[in-house]
């Protein structure tokens, strides 16, 4: 399949300082022209990809009812297994069933003063016949958090700032997350909705999808354009916390899944690279060249970007998963009152 969008090699951070800097400029055009780009370089192998793949497979070929034992709505921190149809991006259904992950810590106790947005921190639910499943998957959470924090440096000095300006927002507390998701096969003249047209609401994400699985598009100038798995690269975008944080100068950008064809199916892993959930991704001060170039941030009066992280995912949570939000915090149900 053909590369539709940048290619970056991330190993270009390893050379002279003429390749540093070229990695610098190449990762601020791709993120401020397009939004998304292809990752190699980055030190994941093979194996490692493939131990993600097969892992993910053996979770979706458990029995239903050992899955349902971890369902998401047995969690008030919007973890464990979504089955099929079970997830919205705008009030639709998605047509994929999933796991979410995240850094694996004790539950904040509720109280007088305690934000919402802390139910989002607590243990994940794990199937008690697939052991490596936790294994692989925080193994997998620490190692491309180090690839968020390295992307996150050459960002910052990319854009006229220091190489650590954002590490204060991550802290000794990030909120890492991911999932594992598989999206069956559907019959039918129209191409389903996989998950739905969004823009991922924190900072970066890195997806791996399996080899020659196409469905996830990207919006270019109004279009949508196909961006097919390239062999041991990351699909790398940058979410909305990115654009608020630049003005707008990096841009978040729309993009969807379509599912496969009946008979098929598509298996991808999606991290999600977070900060404290306490935290505002500081701004930058653009140099004079790029604040000129700067588009301003999106704005939907009925999508609201919270500055506070934990504001921000919890309202994507709440919209995406009422099942958890009728069992576990019904005072958060969209339009209660």
Excluded: C
């Excluded at 047509?95 to 994940?124: H, T």
């Excluded at 009946?262 to 930058?284: M, N, T, V």
Aim: a negative charge.
């Amino acid at each position: 399949m053909t590369s539709t969008l940048p290619l970056i090699d991330l190993s270009l951070l390893d050379g002279s300082a003429e390749d540093q800097q070229r990695f610098r400029t190449e990762l601020r055009r791709a993120t401020h022209e397009v939004g998304f780009f292809y990752l190699v370089g980055h030190g994941v192998d093979d194996d490692q990809f493939a131990t993600m793949i097969d892992t993910a497979r053996r979770f979706f070929a458990l029995p239903e009812h050992e899955k349902l034992a971890i369902e998401n709505s047995l969690s008030p921190h919007f973890r464990g297994y979504t089955r099929v149809g079970g997830e919205l991006t705008l009030g639709k259904q998605d047509w994929r069933e999933q796991i979410d992950i995240g850094a694996e810590r004790d539950a904040v106790a509720a109280g007088e003063g305690v934000e919402d947005y802390w139910v989002l921190e607590g243990p994940n639910l794990w199937p008690e016949s697939l052991p490596e499943l936790r294994t692989e998957t925080l193994a997998w959470i620490a190692r491309l958090n180090g690839i968020g924090d390295r992307l996150l440096s050459a960002w910052a000095e990319a854009l006229g700032a220091p190489a650590d300006h954002f590490e204060q927002a991550f802290g000794e507390r990030p909120s890492p997350n991911m999932k594992i998701v598989r999206y069956p096969g559907k019959s039918g003249p129209v191409p389903e909705q996989g998950v739905g047209a969004h823009k991922d609401l924190g900072v970066l994400t890195l997806l791996y999808v399996e080899e020659g699985k196409a469905g996830l598009q990207v919006e270019k100038d109004g279009e949508w354009i196909d961006a097919p798995p390239v062999p041991g690269a990351f699909v790398v975008n940058i979410g909305e916390l990115l654009e608020v944080a630049t003005d707008g100068y990096l841009k978040a950008t729309l993009h969807r899944v379509i599912s496969p064809a009946e008979g098929d199916e598509r298996i991808s892993i999606p991290y999600f690279h977070g900060p404290a959930l306490d935290a505002e991704i500081p701004s930058i001060t653009l140099p004079p060249e790029l604040q000129a170039q700067a588009r301003g941030v999106t704005v939907d009066p009925k999508n609201p970007i919270h500055a506070v992280f934990g504001r921000n995912w919890l309202k994507s949570r709440v919209r995406a998963h009422p099942n958890v939000v009728a069992a576990h915090h019904p005072h958060l149900a969209v339009g209660r009152g």
